[in-house]
């Protein structure tokens, strides 16, 4: 059971309860659109389609953008960077069902076209494709003047995957007992700026993102915030290829709140001590400044979570040793525990 609410984020414009709300009202319609192919993936980390029989291969595809984080990339005038956000978004939320990313489409809408801009724009997202291992295999640059300023755009992107019908990810298979392991984020990633916006008063003075606090290592907060958002695809494909991993959840936009009980079935919840959670300085930073509560925090950013892995308490050690081979220093984060409270935090 999902108990997401941030009073923090709704007061920076951004109500998250009316995005579960919009949910709800949309399920009809979608329903209606299912063909015998599709898969039941609706609140999800991805949308599925099985492409050849019950024992075949799955299609999994996810779409995303960036965010208001693109206000930055406009105010620091830095375009080659946004684009790895965009890809993550999307990648992270498909190997969540243990697929491998194909394809990616990107979709670019702006105010005036300036070709060393966009170039600038697909670098990034050409560099997160690399990264990820899928093919940029196309997408759409649409020129909106009047509806966008010169020197705003919008960016978005689709990528498909694939995985064996046996090999996928079932929640099903997670029981009482098992461990969270965390996999660290690269900072705030993609969600939450419109509060992060709010907290420093970056819209009313840009100039404070050339700033610098102590807690940031000698980074400006606008480095610090532009920080691209980590890509886990490989770590995770090479940690399925030697462990039974249970399921995972992306740590996106409604924090540990949101996401975490979407990789766990109904009469689960997982049990976390806060102070096994190795919270980034940059969140430290954030909530002082803010004054916001450690509950919005927890379910506004990624406290420095960008993943979590569920897997058996036999296989913990197995699963942290392959993580570390691919550099992702990882740790046990907690643990699944009967209940219908989805996160427990104590």
């Not at 993936?41 to 960036?66: N, Q």
């Not at 966008?148 to 099903?172: H, Q």
């Not at 569920?310 to 081979?325: N, S, T, Y």
């Not at 691919?326 to 046990?332: F, L, N, P, Q, V």
Request: negative net charge; charged residues 25%; aromatic residues 6%.
């Amino acid at each position: 059971m999902v108990k997401s609410h941030s009073e923090s984020y709704m007061k920076s414009g951004v109500d998250i309860t009316a995005g579960y709300r919009a949910v709800e009202l949309m399920r009809s319609h979608v329903e209606r659109t299912r063909t015998a192919n599709s898969i039941d993936c609706i609140g999800g980390f991805g949308g599925c389609v099985d492409i050849s029989g019950e024992s075949g291969d799955v299609l999994v595809s996810g779409t995303d953008g960036v965010g208001t984080k693109l206000k930055l990339a406009f105010l620091m005038d830095r375009h080659d960077t946004i684009g790895i956000d965009c890809v993550a978004m999307c990648v992270n939320d498909i190997i969540c069902t243990g697929a491998r990313p194909l394809l990616f489409l990107d979709y670019i809408a702006c105010g005036k076209n300036i070709p060393e801009r966009i170039a600038e724009i697909v670098k990034g997202v050409a560099d997160g494709c690399v990264e990820a291992g899928c093919a940029l295999i196309g997408g759409e640059t649409a020129e909106m003047p009047g509806f966008y300023g010169e020197e705003e755009y919008d960016l978005a992107g689709f990528s498909t995957g694939i995985v064996e019908r046996r090999k996928m990810l079932e929640k099903s298979s997670v029981r009482a007992g098992d461990v969270l392991i965390a996999l660290p984020s690269s900072g705030a990633h993609s969600n939450g700026f419109s509060l992060l916006r709010k907290v420093f008063g970056i819209d009313d003075d840009p100039a404070v993102l050339s700033g610098t606090f102590a807690e940031l290592g000698g980074k400006s907060l606008g480095q610090a915030l532009l920080e691209p958002t980590r890509i886990y695809v490989r770590p995770v494909l090479d940690l399925l290829r030697e462990v039974d991993v249970c399921s995972i959840a992306h740590i996106t936009g409604g924090g540990f709140y949101e996401n975490i009980p979407r990789a766990l079935p109904d009469g689960l919840t997982a049990r976390i001590e806060k102070k096994d959670v190795r919270i980034p300085p940059l969140f430290d930073l954030v909530a002082r400044v803010g004054n916001i509560p450690e509950r919005d925090m927890f379910n506004t950013f990624n406290m420095g979570v960008g993943m979590v892995v569920v897997v058996h308490r036999e296989d913990l050690e197995k699963a942290l040793g392959r993580l570390a081979l691919s550099g992702i220093d990882a740790y046990r984060l907690g643990e699944v525990v009967p209940g219908d409270e989805g996160v427990v935090l104590w």
